[in-house]
């Protein structure tokens, strides 16, 4: 199993306040990616990094910022949670470049805006 | 852009019949990746395979095969003399290598469940 934690595991917060979640692995893989999970859609791509700093966005960017500052972790900020928000959401990893590499996924978050 | 559909919300079958899994995806590109993924009831996500665009053969791993047809564009899963453990919900998903557009998309899921 690829070394992926994701914390917390689970959150419930109130709308309008800052969240942060936290993924770290331990492969010393390049890329890493954040996903929301929502009845219907699938996952879908929040943001993603190809390296320490370096940062782009993905298909549901609106409304969260991310942060690289070390190769193992990479963090998932809410800068102020709305009920849309609510959903599950997985961090993954890959080795090399996005789409030529199998993505690896931690085991998730539910965190739930009130 | 590239799409994913799996038309199968859900399926439900007798433990050890055979199921199905269908995978439908659209894309503009010659170079693509295409996964499957299964999500068991404990909600973590599991890598089952990943086959390029050039590659059409046919994988069997155990149980699970997987039949890869450029021509109808799917890649349809398929579990031989399914168990209870098979219960799950599972995801296609499609990336592109074109420079730029390397995102994974996934479809939206298939919930099965084998019934003992």
């Known amino acids: 199993d690829a070394g992926i934690t994701q914390s917390p595991r689970h959150k419930v917060t109130e709308t309008g306040t800052p969240v942060t979640l936290r993924c770290h692995q331990t492969?010393?893989?390049?890329?890493m990616y954040w996903y929301r999970q929502d009845p219907g859609h699938g996952l879908r791509l929040i943001h993603y990094s190809y390296g320490v700093k370096d940062t782009d966005k993905g298909e549901v960017s609106d409304g969260y910022s991310v942060s690289r500052s070390k190769t193992e972790d990479f963090l998932l900020t809410l800068e102020s949670a709305t009920s849309s928000q609510t959903s599950v959401y997985f961090c993954?990893?890959?080795?090399?470049?996005?789409?030529?590499?199998?993505?690896?996924f931690g085991p998730g978050t539910r965190l739930t805006v009130l | 852009a590239q799409k994913v559909t799996q038309a199968q919300t859900e399926i439900s079958v007798v433990e050890k019949e055979d199921v199905t899994l269908d995978c439908v995806y659209e894309t503009r590109d010659t170079t693509y990746y295409l996964f499957w993924y299964k999500q068991p009831p404990s909600g973590e996500l599991v890598f089952l395979i990943r086959r390029n665009s050039f590659d059409e053969q046919n994988e069997i791993s155990g149980r699970y095969s997987w039949n890869f047809q450029k021509s109808t564009s799917s890649f349809n899963f398929t579990i031989t003399a399914s168990q209870v453990v098979d219960s799950a919900v599972y995801f296609c998903?499609?990336?592109?290598?074109?420079?730029?557009?390397?995102?994974?998309?996934f479809g939206t899921g298939t919930r099965l469940t084998i019934i003992p």
């Open positions: 492969e010393n893989h390049r890329y």
């Open positions: 993954a990893i890959s080795e090399s470049k996005m789409g030529a590499d199998t993505q690896y």
């Open positions: 998903a499609l990336s592109e290598a074109r420079f730029g557009n390397e995102k994974l998309t």
